[in-house]
């Protein structure tokens, strides 16, 4: 019903940016939540940050709190990960989600996209 595609990821630098955007298409009934979250090699995934089916009350994870800003579009229908100052430890695949809590935990998830790999080199 909901379908969630990334895009935006590749290699950058230390202190570089990227923005990372998830198109978000199929009708339904529900106003879902969206967030990111991300996964490096041998670790679980976790929450980087998420954002109300309005596009307000953004919430972050200590991690990328000052760095990183969660933002949706007018229409609703695009997410976007605004990243900055990115770090070697920013490297993951990153994922766009969409579920019915906030902020938006990894159990509470009904819908997670493909993802996208952010590689930071030092």
């Known amino acids: 019903q909901v379908q969630l595609v990334e895009s935006g990821g590749g290699l950058v630098q230390a202190g570089d940016s990227l923005r990372l955007s998830c198109t978000i298409s199929?009708?339904?009934?529900?106003?879902?939540?969206a967030g990111w979250f991300r996964q490096a090699p041998g670790k679980e995934r976790e929450f980087v940050g998420s954002i109300t089916w309005s596009g307000g009350s953004p919430y972050y994870a200590d991690s990328v709190k000052g760095r990183f800003a969660i933002s949706r579009d007018g229409a609703r229908i695009t997410l976007y990960l605004q990243m900055n100052s990115l770090k070697p430890e920013d490297t993951a695949v990153y994922y766009c989600?969409?579920?019915?809590?906030?902020?938006?935990?990894?159990?509470?998830?009904?819908?997670w996209g493909k993802g996208t790999l952010v590689t930071v080199s030092s």
């Open positions: 989600a969409a579920g019915g809590a906030y902020p938006l935990r990894a159990s509470d998830v009904n819908y």
């Open positions: 199929g009708r339904t009934f529900s106003r879902y939540n």
